[in-house]
């Protein structure tokens, strides 16, 4: 990253607690360069979701600092909770409804995002008969559709089947080159690993390491 460049996500200082009290980020801080794919890893419940909730603004942080580049788009891990249209090209479609743009911006918005993630000649396919992996493409499709400039998401082949899982990480690594876009990705999966530029480390809520893809995996595997 150039040293006047500012990252597409800084976090600093981040403190969150659920309503109860109980602390699940505590001084958190990260940053992720404009361009690059990152991913979070962390053991269960050391707040990684949380995390890209409060990225995504649907949470709000106790303390702390969020900078984040607009569009943000947001990518669940079950792509049912997110594809709300019956088909493929009113789902990507759906998102740009704010932008009051003129039908055929809108066609041309949606066909150029489905040709990114492979899946143009299934604009008109009901969302029920798409696979798993498909329907998460629809939804990174429809993120792109509205330009966003960081993607956040959140163990997205956490229910896909092994070659699904594979396709959909080379997706997203081909997406951020191609289109300059950042993307941080949540997994529990090491080989994911190999297709991103960099790691963070989630523990307890604050990040204990980060860096090189390939140093965090060994220290994942040795301990
Ligand atoms: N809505 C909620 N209300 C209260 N506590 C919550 C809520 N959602 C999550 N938590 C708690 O917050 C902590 C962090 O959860 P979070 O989902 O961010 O962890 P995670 O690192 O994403 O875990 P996993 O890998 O299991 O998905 C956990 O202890 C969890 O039980």
């Keep these: 990253m150039s040293l006047n460049q500012q990252p597409a996500i800084a976090v600093r200082d981040l403190c969150f607690n659920w309503p109860d009290g109980t602390s699940v980020l505590s001084s958190c801080s990260l940053e992720v360069p404009k361009?690059?794919?990152?991913?979070?890893?962390?053991?269960?419940g050391s707040g990684k979701s949380t995390l890209l909730r409060l990225l995504a603004g649907l949470l709000a942080p106790k303390s702390g600092q969020i900078e984040i580049q607009p569009p943000v788009g947001f990518v669940f891990q079950n792509?049912?909770?997110?594809?709300?249209?019956?088909?493929?090209?009113?789902?990507?479609?759906?998102?740009?409804?704010?932008?009051?743009?003129?039908?055929?911006s809108i066609r041309q918005r949606v066909?150029?995002?489905?040709?990114l993630v492979n899946l143009l000649p299934l604009r008109g396919r009901p969302i029920y008969?798409?696979?798993?992996?498909?329907?998460?493409?629809?939804?990174?499709?429809g993120a792109i559709a509205r330009r966003c400039e960081v993607l956040l998401l959140d163990e997205p082949t956490a229910l896909l089947d092994p070659d699904s899982q594979l396709d959909l990480v080379r997706q997203v690594r081909?997406?951020?080159?191609?289109?300059?876009?950042?993307a941080l990705w949540v997994t529990h999966r090491l080989d994911e690993l190999d297709y991103c530029d960099g790691g963070f480390l989630l523990e307890r809520g604050r990040v204990v390491a980060q860096g090189e893809p390939n140093r965090l995996k060994q220290r994942l595997t040795s301990t």
């Design 79 to 104: 792509p049912d909770h997110q594809l709300v249209m019956p088909t493929v090209g009113a789902d990507v479609a759906f998102g740009l409804v704010e932008e009051k743009l003129p039908p055929v």
């Design 111 to 115: 066909d150029e995002a489905l040709d």
């Design 174 to 182: 081909q997406l951020v080159t191609r289109q300059q876009i950042c």
């Design 35 to 44: 361009g690059e794919f990152w991913m979070l890893l962390g053991t269960n």
């Design 129 to 141: 008969a798409l696979s798993g992996g498909q329907k998460q493409r629809i939804a990174i499709a």
